[in-house]
């Protein structure tokens, strides 16, 4: 099902059925159980934790992407349906199934992920619906969908941009790979790119945040902001340099961080704040997520979001 309708922020990019674990004690060995407080079955993928962290936020949000035609496809659209996102963009796929994340947390240790592709891998440059639109579109996934390919995404993108809409790209690495050959097309229309520094360093070669803010600059990208986990971020724009720390959080569970930081940053973009308030926006956002097991489970709300601010400051340095 489809419509005319448009959204202020369209979310196009990889969903995913996410099966997490609460911590568990260790790792188990060869044919050991391991007891879990909880095991939930909930959404994620870029496109889905964007759009339904931007809508937590009163942001109005669509997303699109690809499922399968397996018992996850429905349940993975109730979830989104039920978040309050728009989800008439989500594309069944015959005969494959929905893309699905085992996440296993253990306590002290970061999280340990097995995948399946699915129907990610079927995504097109020509599913994104940009005429739905208003004033962003976000794509996230970018490198782990093999079927997305570089210059028509870059088509899309630009047309995005003539159409007086902000572009917003994040990636997935899943590991060494010729990455750079696909950014070429793609990061001259892209006003915000946003990976996390582990992602930046496959891409780039480069071990420095700063060294690669610069190399997707000379790219072509207008923005880049790199996240670091615990030692905060890095923005580098054509008249901003800006790094941060971290805002003070009880850890549970980091799955979805990035996203939550993404949505985040795009509420401020949606409310035409400065680079120094996206920055903040998007920090305290991704903080919120990693409270709660489940990539959207602990973020906030609009209220939320503002009664923490009124309560916590952000060490920001400008360069």
């Given at each position: 099902?489809?419509?005319?309708?448009?959204?202020?922020?369209?979310?196009?990019?990889?969903?995913?059925?996410?099966?997490?674990?609460?911590?568990?004690?260790?790792?188990?060995?060869?044919?050991?159980?391991?007891?879990?407080?909880?095991?939930?079955?909930?959404?994620?993928?870029?496109?889905?934790?964007?759009?339904?962290?931007?809508?937590?936020?009163?942001?109005?949000?669509?997303?699109?992407?690809?499922?399968?035609?397996?018992?996850?496809?429905?349940?993975?659209?109730?979830?989104?349906?039920?978040?309050?996102?728009?989800?008439?963009?989500?594309?069944?796929?015959?005969?494959?199934?929905?893309?699905?994340?085992?996440?296993?947390?253990?306590?002290?240790?970061?999280?340990?992920?097995?995948?399946?592709?699915?129907?990610?891998?079927?995504?097109?440059?020509?599913?994104?619906?940009?005429?739905?639109?208003?004033?962003?579109?976000?794509?996230?996934?970018?490198?782990?969908?093999?079927?997305?390919?570089?210059?028509?995404?870059?088509?899309?993108?630009?047309?995005?941009?003539?159409?007086?809409?902000?572009?917003?790209l994040d990636v997935v690495t899943p590991g060494?790979?010729?990455?750079?050959?696909?950014?070429?097309?793609?990061?001259?229309?892209?006003d915000v790119f946003m990976p996390n520094d582990?992602?930046?360093?496959?891409?780039?070669?480069?071990?420095?945040?700063?060294?690669?803010?610069?190399?997707?600059?000379?790219?072509?990208?207008?923005?880049?902001?790199?996240?670091?986990?615990?030692?905060?971020?890095?923005?580098?724009?054509?008249?901003?340099?800006?790094?941060?720390?971290?805002?003070?959080?009880?850890?549970?569970?980091?799955?979805?961080?990035?996203?939550?930081?993404?949505?985040?940053?795009?509420?401020?973009?949606?409310?035409?704040?400065?680079?120094?308030?996206?920055?903040?926006?998007?920090?305290?956002?991704?903080?919120?997520?990693?409270?709660?097991?489940?990539?959207?489970?602990?973020?906030?709300?609009?209220?939320?979001?503002?009664?923490?601010?009124?309560?916590?400051?952000?060490?920001?340095?400008?360069?």
């Open positions: 099902m489809t419509s005319s309708t448009t959204h202020d922020v369209v979310c196009a990019g990889i969903l995913v059925a996410d099966h997490v674990s609460t911590p568990i004690e260790h790792m188990p060995t060869s044919g050991e159980l391991i007891l879990a407080d909880r095991l939930a079955l909930t959404m994620g993928g870029c496109a889905a934790n964007v759009a339904v962290n931007l809508t937590k936020l009163g942001v109005d949000a669509l997303v699109s992407g690809r499922v399968g035609d397996d018992l996850f496809a429905g349940v993975l659209a109730q979830m989104i349906k039920s978040a309050g996102v728009a989800a008439t963009e989500l594309k069944a796929t015959p005969g494959i199934d929905t893309s699905q994340t085992l996440i296993v947390n253990v306590k002290g240790e970061d999280r340990r992920f097995i995948h399946t592709f699915g129907a990610n891998s079927r995504y097109v440059a020509s599913d994104i619906p940009l005429s739905r639109a208003g004033k962003i579109l976000y794509l996230g996934g970018y490198l782990l969908m093999e079927a997305l390919d570089p210059e028509e995404t870059g088509q899309v993108l630009s047309q995005a941009q003539q159409r007086g809409l902000q572009t917003v060494p790979a010729a990455y750079l050959e696909k950014l070429i097309p793609v990061l001259p229309y892209t582990h992602e930046a360093g496959l891409i780039t070669g480069l071990s420095s945040p700063l060294d690669q803010a610069k190399a997707f600059r000379d790219l072509g990208a207008k923005t880049v902001v790199i996240t670091m986990g615990d030692r905060g971020t890095l923005l580098l724009g054509e008249k901003d340099h800006l790094e941060s720390n971290t805002f003070p959080i009880d850890y549970v569970d980091g799955s979805g961080g990035g996203d939550a930081f993404a949505a985040g940053f795009i509420l401020g973009l949606v409310g035409g704040k400065s680079a120094t308030e996206c920055l903040i926006l998007g920090s305290a956002v991704g903080a919120s997520c990693v409270r709660a097991i489940g990539t959207t489970t602990g973020v906030f709300t609009a209220r939320e979001l503002h009664a923490y601010l009124a309560k916590h400051r952000l060490t920001i340095k400008q360069h």
